[in-house]
């Protein structure tokens, strides 16, 4: 699965972003969907995911503030972020579990396939 991961840039503290992510010949309503995060000079760090019912889960730290979703019609997951702190400056990550596997994990090892990033900057 060829998952594109788009939507990062630049904004400043308090700003908001929408990433999105769409699987390249596949329907995004049949897997887990997730979004992970790295820092510079820190591990990879789980930050929401979606399940084929439409379930959510998120780290604590963007919980209130992140939302994913699932458009079937535009076969596309998306992570609406609002005010971004200095703090989530990341590459963003889509992943996505095979499709047999339907509960919502939080760690990488549980992703199959992976997008190639999104850089998300905010300034202070």
Known sequence: VQLQASGGGLV???D???LSCT???RTVSNFVTAWFRQAPGKE???VAAISHT???TYAASVKGRYTISRHNAENAV???MN???PDDTAVYYCAVRNPSLTVIRTD???YAHWGQGTLVTVSS
């Open 83 to 85: 005010s971004l702190k």
């Open 44 to 46: 990879r760090e789980f």
């Open 23 to 25: 699987p390249s010949g």
């Open 78 to 80: 998306y992570l609406q």
């Open 108 to 110: 990488t090892r549980a």
């Open 54 to 56: 439409g379930s959510t």
């Open 16 to 18: 908001s972003l929408r």
């Open 12 to 14: 400043q503290a308090g």
